[in-house]
């Protein structure tokens, strides 16, 4: 092995042409995607298409929202009209965990047993007991 004289060029053009092949099976996930300024522009020129896809929700407010949310957090995407479809299915789905949530009714009390209990369709309320003067909590739910 000591008596091999390595010849630099050779090296190299092995490297070259290792590098050529790896070029040519790059995985599809190291695709060339347009800047960023041409993305975004065509997302706000299909908006009609993006409100056939997700008719619940509002596309132009969602994607107000994940622009400042791209600025205020300095983060930026390779492929911003994937990440602005998943943005708008986390959207989507928790807006329909909203109104399932608007189905139940909340019944307050407090742990004595003569006082008044109070109702309403929104968990995060706060009632206070005339009679014993503590702050009520939710004692059952109720579907509607």
Partial sequence: MKDKKVNLNDILEKISELEARIDKIAPIGKKDLPPKKDQIKDIKENIEEWSKKFPSVDIEFELA????????NNKRKKDYKAFFRNWLRKTSNSMEVNKEEGNHSYVFGCNAKECETETSTYKDMYFFCEECGKEKEIIKIKKN
């Fill in 65 to 72: 929202k994940m622009l400042d949310w791209l600025k205020a």
